[in-house]
C-alpha cells in the first residue's frame, strides 16, 4: 500500500530525516500561504512525476496560492483525484540527489541506491547512464553498515562533512524501510540547499500489502471502495463494480470471473464482480439485493457450482429474496454440482430459469437483453 507524500513526510520526520516544514490543505485558506515565506504547493496523488503532470505549482501571490488550490483541487493528476494538497516551505535548491531502497525481483534481496541524478526520473536515468546510479545489496540478517553508504555517497561526489549527513540519511532511511515493512522507501530528490541544509524534498512509502496487518495505522482501503462495495463488504461478499448492466453473482472468485468472460464472449457487458461462498454462500438472498441496488442492472445471471456451499441452500436464499418482493429485473441461473439437482427444483417452483449448462444460461441473458433493446 501506498502512502502519500504527507504521510510519509511524517514517518520521515518522526525517524530523524529532515523534512521541509509544511502542512496538508483541503481548501484555499490564505493563513497557509502566509505562515511561509515561499511556498510550494503539491498535489497528493498516489504517483509520481507529478511535477511534470503539472501538479506541483510555485504560486508567488496569495491570489495566485487560491487560483492554483482551487484548479488542483478535483482536477485529475496521473489519473487520481486530487483531493488534497501539501503546502511546504519552498527550498533554494543547489543540488538534487536520489536516494532508494527497494527489493531486487531478480534475487529477493534489499538493494540500497544513490545517485547524484535526483529528480528526474531514476528509471531514465538507469537507462541512460547507469553509471551514475551506485547500488548495493544487503545481508537483511548484518543491516547497513555505515561505512558502506559513506563510501557510496562518496561514489556519487559527496565530499566532506556532507558525507557523512548522506550517509546517515541513508541509514535512517533503511531503518525506516525494515520497521514499517515496506518494499520501497524513496528520497527524490534528496536537495542540497544553497544554505547547506539537506532535506527530503519529495517522500515515498509502500508499504508491503501482506504485513499490513502489523500497521492497523494505515488501514485505509475503505477510501477507494464505492458505496455498495462497502456494503457488501460489511457482511463478508466479496464485491467489485463494474460499469456494465448484467448483475452477477456466482460462488467462487474463479467461476465469477469465468461468468464475466461468458457474458463478454456474447457480447455482453457485466455490472458487477460477486462472490458468495464458504461462510457467505447463504447469504444468496442478500448478495442478491447488492447486486440490485446498482440501478444500472437490467438483468441477473447466477452462476453456481455446489461443493461446500451447497446449490440448494444457494437456491433457498434467492428464492427467499423473490418472496420478499426483492428481485425486480428477470434472474436467469446455472447450476450443477453439489446439491444442483435440488437446487434447480427450487428455482423452478419460484418461477425462475434455470439451466445446467452456464454457456446456455449467458446466451439466454444476453437474447432478453438484446430483445428488450429491441434488438
Ligand atoms: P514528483 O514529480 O511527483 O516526483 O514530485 P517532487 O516532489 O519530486 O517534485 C518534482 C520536482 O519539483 C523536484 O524534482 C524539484 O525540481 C521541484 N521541487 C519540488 N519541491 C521543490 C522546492 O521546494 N523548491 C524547488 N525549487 N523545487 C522544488
Ligand atoms: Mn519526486
Known amino acids: 500500500m501506498k ?15 529532515p523534512v521541509p516544514k509544511g502542512e496538508k490543505i483541503e481548501d484555499a485558506d490564505p493563513d497557509a500561504f502566509n505562515r511561509y515565506e515561499k511556498i510550494v504547493l503539491k498535489s497528493q496523488v498516489l504517483s509520481g512525476g507529478r511535477g511534470k503532470a503539472g501538479g506541483i505549482k510555485f504560486p508567488e501571490t496569495v491570489a495566485e496560492f487560491q487560483k492554483n488550490v482551487n484548479e488542483l483541487l478535483g482536477s485529475k493528476i496521473k489519473d487520481f483525484e486530487v483531493k488534497s494538497l501539501l503546502v511546504e516551505e519552498k527550498l533554494d535548491i543547489d543540488q538534487e540527489l536520489y536516494c532508494g531502497i527497494t527489493i531486487s525481483r531478480a534475487d529477493g534481496k534489499v538493494v540500497v541506491m544513490v545517485s547524484s541524478e535526483g529528480g528526474v526520473d531514476i528509471e531514465q536515468v538507469a537507462k541512460e547512464s547507469p553509471g551514475k546510479i551506485i547500488s548495493e545489496k544487503i545481508d537483511i540478517r548484518k543491516g547497513l553498515p555505515i561505512h558502506k553508504v559513506i563510501d557510496m555517497a562518496r561514489k556519487i561526489g559527496i565530499r566532506e562533512k556532507k558525507e557523512l549527513e548522506v550517509a546517515n540519511i541513508l541509514v535512517k532511511l533503511y531503518s525506516i524501510f525494515r520497521k514499517y515493512d515496506a518494499e520501497t522507501a524513496e528520497i527524490n530528490p534528496l536537495v542540497i540547499t544553497k544554505d547547506d541544509r539537506i532535506v527530503a524534498a519529495d517522500a515515498k512509502l509502500d508499504i508491503y500489502d501482506e504485513a499490513l496487518f502489523r500497521h492497523p495505522e494505515f488501514k485505509r482501503e475503505d477510501e477507494f471502495f464505492t458505496e455498495l462495495e462497502r456494503e457488501a463488504r460489511r457482511y463478508g461478499l466479496g464485491y467489485v463494480e463494474m460499469d456494465g448492466n448484467i448483475g452477477v453473482i456466482g460462488n467462487g472468485a ?70 420478499e418482493g426483492k428481485v425486480t429485473v428477470p434472474l436467469i441461473v446455472a447450476m450443477r454440482g453439489n446439491g444442483a439437482e435440488e437446487g434447480r427444483k427450487i428455482l423452478k417452483k419460484a418461477g425462475i430459469e434455470v439451466y445446467e449448462d452456464d454457456k446456455v444460461a449467458a446466451k439466454k441473458v444476453i437474447g432478453i437483453l438484446g430483445h428488450a433493446e429491441g434488438n
Open 254 to 323: 474463479g467461476l465469477n470471473i469465468a461468468t464475466l468472460d461468458i457474458l463478454r464472449f456474447y457480447g455482453g457487458n457485466p455490472a458487477n464482480f460477486l462472490e458468495v461462498s464458504g461462510r457467505t454462500y447463504m447469504l444468496a438472498g442478500k448478495a442478491l439485493e447488492i447486486v440490485l441496488k446498482n440501478a444500472k442492472v437490467k438483468i441477473v445471471m447466477g452462476n453456481f457450482f455446489g461443493s461446500i456451499s451447497r446449490c440448494d441452500v444457494i437456491a433457498q436464499g434467492i428464492t427467499n429474496a423473490i418472496k
Open 3 to 17: 502512502l502519500y507524500e504527507y504521510e510519509a513526510k511524517k514517518i520521515f520526520e518522526m525517524e530523524g530525516i
